[in-house]
């Protein structure tokens, strides 16, 4: 009941958010010099000069239909951009959340077991660092040392597997920073408990205790951040995408909000809010896998 109330208020925010931003599409597409007749008659085309809240109806009967539009710059269906760029958003996006829940979670793991070491101050310097640097600084970075000075990976594009790299890596530094310190607050608060205490004094081997009675108690508020990451990584896709020339749903955005391309923003936006909502949902079914205890109304 609550996904149709949240995409419908969705859709309204997204709506009357972008014709607030300045510049109009029917000049945009007839050119600077165009008469003023022209941009008239592109605009009724568009159906521009209706009332809002009639254009709004308009767009939700055509949502309903599944019918999202067409763009006015390539003026293909929405529904066709988005099926050539939402695949290589989801791939970029898949590999920066595994990257962020691998190695986040494993160092936060590591850096809790050694409290106090160097190991932990070194986990939590670059935790720190990687939460307070912006992702696109980490890809300029990125690609100046590994394209520009090594030569060992692409620079600019999507092809083989050696243009995910770098992109990847930029888009999931962050998230797997926040991980990494969530993890090992988390694991720090459960290894000192009493029943983590009886299975060391049992005579269990350590990784047994870790893996079994300490990281099982701690999952739940590390897989809340790792949730709340889809929605991170989604908006920082829009800077990475930008930098790295990547043909995805980000690059996409900034090109349609450029051009007053509200078809396109629409539905990038749209797509992008059902993903984030859908992920938390999955998100709340692996908690109370976790713990059956806990119960959704």
């Not at 159906?47 to 003026?75: E, N, T, W």
């Not at 951009?81 to 590591?110: D, Q």
């Not at 090992?184 to 047994?208: C, F, H, P």
Request: proline letters at 5%; hydrophobic letters at 55%.
């Amino acid at each position: 009941m609550m996904l149709p109330l949240m995409l419908l208020g969705a859709s309204a925010l997204i709506f009357f958010a972008i014709r607030l931003l300045p510049g109009d599409p029917a000049r945009l597409m007839a050119g600077p010099q165009a008469p003023g007749s022209v941009v008239e008659s592109i605009r009724v085309r568009m159906g521009l000069d209706r009332p809002l809240l009639v254009q709004y109806g308009s767009f939700l009967m055509g949502v309903a239909r599944g019918d999202l539009g067409d763009s006015i710059r390539s003026r293909n269906p929405v529904t066709y951009e988005l099926g050539k760029a939402f695949p290589y958003t989801a791939r970029l996006v898949l590999l920066s959340y595994s990257f962020a829940v691998i190695i986040g979670v494993t160092a936060g793991i590591a850096a809790a077991i050694r409290q106090g070491t160097w190991f932990d101050t070194l986990v939590m310097l670059l935790a720190i660092v990687g939460a307070s640097t912006a992702n696109f600084w980490i890809a300029l970075m990125a690609m100046d040392v590994f394209s520009v000075q090594l030569g060992w990976l692409p620079l600019l594009g999507a092809g083989t597997w050696r243009h995910y790299v770098l992109p990847a890596f930029a888009l999931g530094f962050f998230p797997t920073a926040l991980v990494a310190r969530m993890t090992r607050s988390s694991m720090l608060e459960v290894i000192n408990q009493d029943y983590v205490r009886t299975a060391r004094a049992k005579g269990l081997r350590e990784t047994i205790v870790t893996r079994k009675h300490a990281l099982r108690n701690a999952l739940i508020p590390i897989t809340t951040v790792v949730g709340l990451n889809v929605g991170v990584l989604l908006g920082g896709a829009v800077v990475t995408e930008s930098v790295f020339n990547w043909p995805g749903m980000g690059r996409m955005l900034v090109d349609a909000v450029r051009f007053r391309d509200y078809a396109i923003i629409q539905g990038v936006m749209l797509l992008t809010v059902l993903t984030v909502v859908m992920a938390n949902f999955f998100v709340d079914v692996v908690i109370a896998i976790i713990d059956p205890r806990i119960r959704f109304d």
